[in-house]
């Protein structure tokens, strides 16, 4: 069901969200001084029935449709770059 494999120090996690929608939660292995929880984001949503991902809001409001290509592991929340960043980004 996830498109990415996870980069090294992540996994992720697959939660119900709602009849239709799963969330899906990158969780970071690394060490952390400030907690002995393992800390996770909201990497997106998929839509069980029309077999679709989408973007995430925040963590309890499901975004608009994404294409995977545009997605990356870290996130399905596409970056919104003016022309310069787009190039620096890129490259």
Known sequence: MIPHTPPKGF????ER???TFFSI?????????YTHKTPKSIWGFYNSKTKLYHSPIDCKKVGSQVNLSDTTPYSAMILKLNPLEQCMYLN
């Open 17 to 19: 969200f709602n009849s």
């Open 25 to 33: 939660w990158i969780c970071n292995h690394n060490e952390f001084s």
């Open 11 to 14: 996994t992720y996690e697959i």
